[in-house]
């Protein structure tokens, strides 16, 4: 066989391999060249009867055209089981965007669900992370290990639920980090703020903390402006150098991007709590002209949540050395954030499950903008 000849072999296997329309047409032309009785096996037979020189030059070429073809064939395998998978995968794909059935769907997100979602979206954004803790709370995380020793009138601050003494076993108040350590069984309340989560924290994990603690709250408590149950976060940073200044940064920051108001201002008016020192109450720039509360630089304040730096004794009894570590810890309510922000009235209303209401005032899944979104 010329050399010619042996191209123009080459050329047509090379064309008859890339024109296979599928795996089985594919393996039609590699037995026909290189099966048992294909071409080039057959010509590899006729090698025996050349005379060496010649059987050496031919050997050569068709070892070269068998190389060829070889790797033609795998390139092509190669695409024809690519084409294959991507055909199986656009046969088996599941359309999720179905339209719900019958129209806009009738669920709703509740207003606390995204206000609480927004609120954990800034924050993350910030660099916290979410902490949480259980709402039957032992009185130690509660009060005491919170500078809310047993018979302080902090107590009375906030109307405690108290968890019957058989849910517990005998009544007794930790009253150390070392007991409440050990598991010394103690009073259990439902917690009356998000506070004791900053304690969970404290005793768990090493300083530098940043979190916030967002979640349901209990007092004995029901009228116009408070309901038994209600929500709050709690935010806690814990680092060596951490003063007054990053907490209202922090806050400054955070209320500017949840109301979405550039020049919000925000006051900080000196105050008490027992777990922080300094302490403070923290407002914001408002108006009430003519009756109607407006957010923004217009000159009135409103309260919206407490503050200030972690006392000392707080962080003494969590185990962190206040010589070397300082924090700052605020909480606020996130019903009172999202009545503001979503112009609603009436508190109670939140728990009421009116669809009427929530059909109102809630959310469409997927369909409002929020910055859970990137909006
Ligand atoms: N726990 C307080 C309350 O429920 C709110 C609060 C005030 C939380 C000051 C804090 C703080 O972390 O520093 O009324």
């Known amino acids: 066989m010329s050399n010619d000849e042996m191209k123009k072999l080459q050329g047509d296997l090379i064309k008859a391999i890339e024109g296979a329309e599928g795996s089985a047409a594919l393996e039609v032309v590699r037995i026909e060249a290189l099966g048992k009785k294909g071409t080039l096996t057959e010509m590899m037979k006729t090698l025996g009867g ?42 088996e794909r599941i359309d999720i965007t179905l339209p ?75 009253g150390s980090e070392a007991n409440c350590r050990a598991g010394v069984p103690q009073e259990m309340v439902l917690r009356t703020h998000t506070s004791p989560v900053q304690i969970r924290t404290m005793m768990g994990q090493k300083p530098p903390i940043r979190i916030i603690a967002p979640g349901r709250t209990y007092r004995c408590d029901s009228d116009m402006t408070h309901t038994p149950m209600f929500s709050q976060f709690e935010g806690l940073v814990i680092d060596e150098k951490t003063h007054m200044g990053h907490l209202k940064g922090c806050l400054l920051d955070f209320l ?69 570590y300082q924090g700052f810890a605020f909480g606020t309510g996130i019903e009172r954030l999202a009545m503001l922000k979503y112009g609603i009235p009436d508190l109670r209303t939140f728990f009421e499950a009116d669809m009427r209401w929530l059909k109102h005032y809630g959310f469409v899944p997927l369909d409002i903008p929020n910055p859970a979104m990137g909006a």
């Open 50 to 91: 050349l005379d060496p020189d010649a059987r050496k030059a031919m050997g050569a070429a068709l070892n070269e055209v068998k190389v060829a073809i070889t790797a033609a064939l795998e390139a092509k395998g190669k695409t024809l089981a690519a084409a294959a998978l991507a055909a199986r995968l656009e046969k």
């Open 256 to 324: 500017r991007a949840f109301f979405g108001i550039d020049d919000l201002p925000l006051r900080f008016r000196p105050s008490y709590f027992p777990f922080t020192e300094p302490s403070a109450e923290i407002d914001i720039g408002c108006s009430r002209k003519g009756g109607e509360l407006k957010l923004g630089n217009y000159g009135d304040w409103l309260e919206i949540g407490g503050c200030g730096m972690v006392n000392a004794n707080v962080l003494r009894n969590c185990g962190v050395d206040p010589d070397k």
């Open 100 to 174: 719900v059935r019958g129209g806009e769907s009738e669920g709703r997100i509740h207003p606390i669900t995204q206000t609480y979602e927004e609120i954990v979206t800034i924050f993350a954004a910030m660099g916290f992370s979410v902490a949480k803790g259980p709402d039957i709370e032992t009185d130690w995380n509660n009060f005491t290990a919170l500078n809310i020793p047993p018979e302080h009138p902090a107590r009375q601050m906030q109307d405690t639920f108290y968890m019957p003494p058989s849910t517990h076993g005998a009544v007794a108040v930790a």
